[in-house]
């Protein structure tokens, strides 16, 4: 199999061919194999590979299981490889290894993927762009230059790049919708606890951070989550098994009532600035979506997007203070120690002086956005919005700059933190952390399904992804919605080789 045919099929299109025998899961293996290794020295999006094991994995998959031995990456965060290394981005962690596989990773063994390699994430999978110190930064494969996003910003370079069609990823302030909107991909965050953590982790960020993919196609994201979702043994969430995620998408459904918005709610105080273009993908998006026969309003959501972005960022903190620790417990390297980036090691330190009554507040504001959102969705079943204000930015556009680092440092002085804190040093970081996209982190509060949708190509050649957020719970809708956009406009997402 010649790599440019390997690289025409979404990952559903490829095991269709390895079932009817056109093509080998061999042939297919080798193909993803020389795509990594051809594209990846200049794209950065693989940390390592893994194709010795991967190749008798695959041995094993048996060629009529769903995606019957297609190649996938992983994510170099959370998702664990038994024995093998797993950094989060981070030199703090570049020796150490998990005991076992995560579910999600057995979970999509069964379902015939190859697990090849691990893809690039920020330090910790803290922001919104993949630029770790630890690893080389992986380009956005639609211009040379900027950023393909964060945090599963290498997981959408190897899907647009055509390293792979499918690639694990995950999502707990926009890390799978704000990559798949820089780089012209379909990217879904299921609902709430619909793919578990486990054995590692209950929740991680009080159930935010939710594991899927990014992909090129509805039908892959509908499939692969037809085989990881469903509830943990050991919980936390009573969210039962699920089928007919593939049937839902070609199921007639009734018109919808849909709400679209600009998203000045959420941006509010964070020095937002929405450009042109996101503003034309989002307004195409809604004459579309009218244009198929639904009711199409623009109305805003009843939420204090000030008072989202402030509770946000306070558990942001928290969870990253304990992070640390956990960090130092594993390696055994206190935390002051520890090789973590400035910017890591500074917001640590203010989380580490968080009171639990502020942390509490902060969380206690996540029920209040859900009721406002499930009162919001009595009238309305999805809303449209920006994913991001602007196009993919430049690599180190939005990176702190080394004069920003050395004020970091100053944290390092005791007392300081508290006193950072109290200053309202939360506002500040609340504008650097999300002023460009300040429109995600709601339905990872609230827990809805939210995906970004490749919608519209700017001027400058770079994607422009729209944001649609559904009910919680109601994630076939969702995708049922998604697949209909995408055979209305004919977005199934090609290969970029810019």
Known sequence: MQLEDYQKYDATGLAELIRRRDVSQTEVFDAAVTAIETLNPSLHAVVRTRFDKAKHERDQVSGSSIFAGVPTLSKDLLMALAGEPLAFGSSSLSAWCPKEDSLLIRRVREAGL????????????????????????????????????????????????????????????????????????????????????????????????????????????????????????????????????????????????????????????????????????VEKAAKALADMGHEVEWCDPPVDGEALADSYLTLYLGHLAADLQWVSQQTGVPVHRLAIEPSTRAVGRLGAKLSARDYELAKRYWHTAAEQMSQFHQRYDALVLPVAADTAPAIGEL????????????????????????????????????????????????????????????????????????????????????????????????????
């Open 114 to 281: 190859v697990l090849v390699g691990q893809t690039a994430t920020p330090e910790l999978g803290l922001m919104g762009i993949t630029e770790p110190k630890a690893f080389p930064h992986p380009q956005n494969p639609c211009r040379k230059g900027y950023s393909p996003g964060g945090s599963s910003g290498g997981a959408a370079a190897a899907v647009a790049s055509g390293m792979v069609p499918i690639a694990l990823a995950g999502d707990g302030g926009g890390s799978i919708r704000i990559p798949a909107s820089y780089c012209g991909l379909f990217g879904f965050k299921p609902s709430r606890g619909r793919v578990p953590l486990a054995p590692a982790h209950g929740e991680v960020w009080q159930g935010a951070v939710v594991e899927h993919a990014i992909t090129r196609s509805v039908r892959d994201s509908a499939a692969l989550l037809e085989q990881i979702n469903g509830m943990a043994p050991s919980g936390p969430y009573p969210v039962p098994r699920e089928t007919g995620y593939v049937d839902a998408l070609s199921a007639s459904s009734k018109p919808l009532r849909i709400a679209v918005s600009l998203g000045n709610f959420l941006s509010y105080g964070l020095d937002t600035q929405l450009s042109a273009e996101v503003k034309i993908a």
């Open 399 to 498: 990176y702190p700059s080394a004069s920003r680092e050395r004020l970091m440092s100053l944290l390092a002085i005791p007392g300081l933190p508290s006193l950072a804190l109290k200053a309202g040093m939360l506002k500040h970081l609340a504008v650097d952390a999300l002023s460009r996209t300040p429109f995600t982190q709601l339905a990872n509060l609230t827990g809805q399904p939210a995906m970004s949708v490749p919608f519209h190509v700017a001027a400058n050649g770079l994607p422009v992804g729209v944001q649609v957020v559904g009910r919680l719970g109601e994630d076939k809708q969702l995708l049922q919605l998604a697949a209909a956009m995408e055979q209305h406009d004919d977005w199934q997402c090609r290969v970029s080789t810019a």
